[in-house]
């Protein structure tokens, strides 16, 4: 019997009614999400429409801080000494670059990059924000220029910027005075403000654009600007433009400072020349120099190599920071202050015999010609150089007293000059020597001697000599040296910079500062052969009296009984520093001069004619003649002197030589 198959009618109810759920159910999930959607769309355009409307807009806009420019430095005539000038730079920024090494190693083949700009760039990297800008090659060519323009769309985040950057027309001239600027690192960053140094890259790091930073920086602006996706800028929406630093004027004079520096002719030495009127520096000279513009972007390896292991240390700043055993040139301040201090008069006399004895010693001490000079008073003390005379003054005021009034003339502290790392050099003194000599505390009468001549454990830079000269000549009215003159806004006027006097006269009596004065112009004219500048011929032709003094002083202890003359030039030049310190009108003294040469056989022949240079540069920038309203009496003061009192006409006394080994230098 066949199977029965049961048939399944359809359910048309049914159906309509599961299908008038689903079709609500998924109404009310179009529903839901619609008031979802409508839901956040109040939430972003009512309820937060400004927050998301300045996102948006700080997606396409950003802020640039634009460094200023910095201020411009000239000499005190004008002449351009640290520019400005436009350059290009290649800048990436790392938040926008995705994998930086083979980025830069892209860019090198396209713009060349050495290891120099790397490690530069890699440390700036470390200590940089991931958004703000580092640069990478600085100083870009034209040809590096249009070859990234080509291949720009390959590096996303790296640009082409356009910048300011220093340059220093005079080179080596004014390296040691001016400096130079170079990138900040990392320990910059601690010290400085972030604000105001938004968007700079260099620094001032020796020199005025070091100790004149803040006047030379300015304050930096701002710009908003329109950008794309990749980050490229569109165009400026606001610009709220930087502050300029300020112009420098220095008190140097181009012509004076390069006579300087030819007279050298290259041999290693320093000078300064002050104006004692108001203690601005004229020069200052530090020989063998260096190009600053080589720091300004980043020295290469090799190139700093070089400077470092040259020989004649030209990085040294000799000027302020090479100190030297001043030899003769403290003779001068020696004989004032045993003036001064009522000790001596200008006529009274010693003998010089050739060898000086402290009472109650055998050693002696030595004058630096064989057998002596014989009698000398003040006067020929200072012309001649005795030393016997200044032995027995150091002798006679004692080691407080020299090392008293010394130090109120600057010497063994910096001058105060405006220009950072000034060497404090050595003053002989009992302090000194308990403080650096802790096992041989006691001073000995032998140490008060040798310091009445300049030697010992004198140390002085050349700095501190002309500023102790120019306060002398000055007739003792102290002031701080100064190196700028006056600051100028753009577009303004120069204003002066004040520098008064650091106190009153030093000179008690004015007599007294006449009675030196004419003793060193002595140096220059007096036809004694003994004299120190016998045949030098520095005052032939100059037209104001010169006041002067040589001073030879001794870099190692004497070995033997000979005399400096026995020895050849070469032998001399190698044991010896050359001094020579001068001062011109003798009578109202407008520049003070002191020149050191690091070997030299003797001063008043070897850094004589180097101070006779600086002073003729100085005549000719006068234009030949001092400044007007200022009349110069007739000179003389040497020339017209009685015979009573003219050290050419004491009687000289013969003394037998001896023969005795020196514990001071031959200095002169």
């Not at 001043?326 to 045993?338: D, E, I, Q, R, W």
């Not at 009578?587 to 056989?601: D, K, Q």
């Not at 000179?635 to 023969?659: F, H, K, M």
Request: hydrophobic share 40%.
């Amino acid at each position: 019997m066949p199977k029965l198959i049961r048939r399944r009618f359809k359910d048309t109810r049914g159906e309509a009614e599961l299908f008038r759920r689903r079709a609500f159910a998924g109404f009310a999930l179009i529903l839901l999400g619609l008031c979802a959607l409508v839901g956040r769309y109040v939430f972003l355009q009512v309820l937060h429409h400004d927050e998301f409307a300045l996102r948006s807009v700080n997606n396409s806009v950003k802020p640039r801080a634009i460094p200023p420019a910095r201020g411009l430095i000239y000499d005190r005539n004008g002449i351009l000494l640290a520019d400005n000038v436009p350059a290009f730079r290649l800048e990436v920024v790392p938040e926008q670059v995705h994998d930086m090494n083979r980025l830069l190693a892209d860019l090198g083949k396209v713009v060349p990059l050495d290891p120099d700009d790397l490690d530069a760039f890699r440390k700036q990297l470390r200590q940089s924000r991931r958004f703000d800008n580092v640069p990478l090659k600085m100083h870009l060519t034209e040809d590096d220029i249009a070859r990234f323009d080509v291949n720009r769309w390959r590096f996303p985040g790296v640009d082409v910027v356009p910048y300011l950057t220093r340059q220093y027309p005079l080179g080596s001239m004014f390296a040691h005075v001016v400096g130079y600027v170079s990138r900040i690192d990392a320990d910059d960053l601690e010290n400085l403000d972030p604000d105001r140094y938004k968007g700079t890259t260099h620094i001032g790091r020796i020199g005025v654009e070091r100790s004149y930073e803040d006047m030379l920086h300015g304050s930096p602006g701002y710009e908003l600007d329109e950008v794309n996706a990749d980050g490229r800028i569109q165009r400026v929406l606001k610009t709220d433009p930087p502050t300029p630093g300020k112009n420098l004027y220095l008190s140097i004079d181009a012509r004076i400072q390069k006579a300087a520096q030819d007279a050298f002719e290259g041999r290693p030495g320093a000078a300064v020349a002050i104006d004692p009127r108001n203690g601005q520096v004229l020069a200052m000279v530090s020989v063998p120099s260096f190009d600053p513009n080589l720091f300004v972007n980043g020295i290469s390896s090799a190139d700093y190599s070089s400077l470092m292991t040259a020989t004649d240390k030209p990085l040294l700043n000799r000027a302020l920071r090479g100190a030297y055993p001043p030899g003769s040139t403290v003779k001068p301040f020696m004989a004032l202050a045993g003036l001064e201090y009522g000790v001596r008069t200008p006529q009274d006399s010693v003998l010089s015999t050739g060898v000086f004895y402290i009472p109650g010693q055998a050693r002696g001490y030595r004058d630096d010609q064989r057998g002596g000079v014989g009698t000398t008073n003040l006067y020929k003390a200072i012309y001649a150089s005795v030393n016997t005379y200044f032995y027995k003054l150091a002798l006679d005021l004692g080691i407080d007293r020299v090392s008293a009034f010394m130090g109120s003339y600057g010497f063994g502290h910096p001058s105060g000059v405006d220009l950072p790392g000034e060497a404090a050099g050595i003053l002989p003194s009992r302090e000194w020597k308990a403080k650096h000599s802790p096992k041989e505390r006691n001073w000995y009468p032998g140490e008060t001697v040798i310091t009445g001549i300049g030697q010992g454990y004198w140390s002085v830079t050349a700095m501190q000599l002309s500023h102790a000269l120019a306060t002398f000549a000055g007739r003792g009215v102290p002031y701080a040296p100064h190196v700028v003159m006056s600051t100028a806004d753009v577009g303004k006027s120069p204003s002066p910079l004040l520098n008064p006097p650091t106190g009153p006269s030093l000179i008690k009596n004015i007599k007294d500062w006449e009675a030196v004065n004419e003793g060193m112009q002595l140096v220059i004219y007096s036809n004694d052969p003994t004299s120190t500048g016998f045949g030098t011929k520095l005052g032939d032709g100059f037209p104001y009296r010169i006041a002067g003094k040589s001073g030879t002083a001794e870099r190692f202890s004497r070995k033997t009984d000979a005399y400096n003359e026995d020895k050849n030039t070469a032998y001399l030049a190698a044991r010896h520093r050359a001094w020579f310190e001068a001062f011109t009108p003798a009578e109202n003294p407008r520049i003070a001069v002191a020149v050191v040469l690091e070997a030299g056989a003797w001063g008043a022949k070897d850094a004589g004619p180097i101070a006779r240079k600086i002073l003729d540069a100085w005549l000719a920038a006068q234009g030949g003649a001092v400044p007007p309203n200022t009349p110069l009496p007739e000179s003389g003061v040497a020339a017209s002197s009685s015979a009573a009192s003219r050290p050419e006409d004491l009687p000289q006394e013969d003394a037998p030589a001896t023969d005795s080994s020196s514990a001071g230098g031959d200095t002169q």
